[in-house]
């Protein structure tokens, strides 16, 4: 088994280096095992939207963006919703996601 250790701020500001994200999970998964106040009420089937965060701009990339069931949420989200924003139970592990700063996106 593998695993990377990503970058989370939570939504007060604080950042949390060397949070553990392992290969069989989704983003989503890894942050909830850390008990960061992400509420997962859909159980990551992309439609609550209570996973959305923002991921650094060249890490966003490296998960070749959103998918069209994502989008079609994000779409509703309005305001909170940046280039960068992803439903975390959508990112799927990578070991190239090393490092990479998650932000977890305010709650609407
Ligand atoms: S957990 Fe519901 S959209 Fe991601």
Not at 20 to 29: F, G, Q, V
């Given at each position: 088994?593998?695993?990377?250790?990503?970058?989370?701020?939570?939504?007060?500001?604080?950042?949390?280096?060397?949070?553990?994200w392992k290969d069989h999970e989704s983003l989503m998964e890894c942050l909830t095992r850390?008990?960061?106040?992400i509420?997962a009420?859909?159980g990551g089937n992309a439609?609550?939207?209570?996973c959305?965060?923002?991921?650094?701009?060249?890490?966003?990339?490296?998960?070749?963006?959103?998918?069209?069931?994502?989008?079609?949420?994000?779409?509703?989200?309005?305001?909170?919703?940046?280039?960068?924003?992803r439903l975390t139970c959508q990112v799927e592990w990578?070991?190239?996601?090393?490092?990479?700063?998650?932000?977890?996106?305010?709650?609407?």
């Amino acid at each position: 088994m593998s695993s990377i250790l990503i970058n989370v701020i939570d939504r007060e500001g604080e950042r949390t280096e060397g949070v553990e994200w392992k290969d069989h999970e989704s983003l989503m998964e890894c942050l909830t095992r850390h008990k960061f106040p992400i509420l997962a009420t859909c159980g990551g089937n992309a439609s609550c939207s209570t996973c959305h965060s923002y991921l650094d701009q060249e890490s966003f990339v490296k998960t070749g963006g959103t998918n069209e069931e994502e989008e079609d949420l994000l779409e509703m989200l309005d305001d909170t919703r940046h280039d960068n924003s992803r439903l975390t139970c959508q990112v799927e592990w990578s070991e190239d996601l090393e490092g990479a700063e998650i932000e977890i996106a305010p709650e609407w």
